[in-house]
């Protein structure tokens, strides 16, 4: 089992890392998917201005905003623990490990699809016509079906982990092996993802919330219609 979830991880940092190397070999590449991260972090706060406002849940929504959504550098932290994934298997609990997994899988679903995204965009500035264009252009709406479903998954197992009252003390116990393990990253993630799911005493709203909304947009911008919550 261990094994299996090893394998799984690096096969997904393997396929993040391949796209990072197509940005790279084809010109301006890069630029256009930063450009269109930047663009779906700014529709991101729109769509949820406001949970951004709310006093409950504004700390949650600004982790999905920047650790999930946004158009952070997360290659450090990835580095970090495709070179020592068999140390993170045996430093962290089981449960922490498959949260890590998923986190995995929805990165690498989610670097697949900007590539792809900004390869439909061409030169085009994005803006709300553009951006429809590219996503019906690149299609797959299973693939964003399980991007939502992966994204919502990464939330539901942090909030599971809360109501583990001995993890939290576990995993500040974790932070020396996992520095000396090269898992600062990862480790910082997973520590503020936990205290933000704490103080928010439940999740299931946030993330029923989450999900009605992605659904909704990914099911209209498919059926072309015209989107407010597009900037």
Not at 154 to 167: A, Y
Not at 210 to 217: D, G, I, K, P
Request: proline content about 4%.
């Amino acid at each position: 089992m261990a094994r299996d979830i090893e394998a799984e991880i690096l096969h997904q940092l393997q396929a993040v890392e391949a796209q990072r190397q197509l940005r790279v070999d084809e010109a301006g590449l890069e630029a256009r998917v930063q450009a269109l991260k930047l663009y779906q972090q700014r529709r991101f706060s729109q769509t949820y201005a406001d949970l951004l406002l709310s006093p409950r849940y504004e700390a949650a929504t600004t982790f999905f905003l920047q650790e999930l959504y946004g158009p952070g550098d997360f290659s450090r932290r990835d580095a970090q623990f495709a070179r020592v994934v068999p140390a993170l298997v045996r430093i962290f609990p089981s449960e922490v490990v498959a949260t890590v997994a998923q986190l995995a899988a929805l990165h690498a679903i989610s670097e697949d699809l900007d590539t792809r995204m900004a390869q439909a965009l061409g030169l085009e500035p994005v803006q709300a016509k553009s951006y429809q264009a590219a996503w019906c252009a690149c299609g797959e709406p299973g693939l964003r079906q399980q991007q939502i479903d992966l994204t919502l998954a990464v939330g539901v197992s942090l909030d599971k982990l809360t109501r583990k009252p001995l993890l939290r003390q576990a995993l500040r116990m974790m932070r020396g092996p996992a520095t000396a393990a090269s898992l600062s990253e990862l480790q910082g993630f997973l520590e503020r993802g936990f205290d933000t799911f704490k103080a928010m005493r439940g999740a299931d709203e946030f993330l029923e919330t989450v999900r009605s909304r992605e659904e909704f947009l990914a099911s209209a911008l498919f059926a072309r219609k015209g989107l407010a919550e597009l900037p």
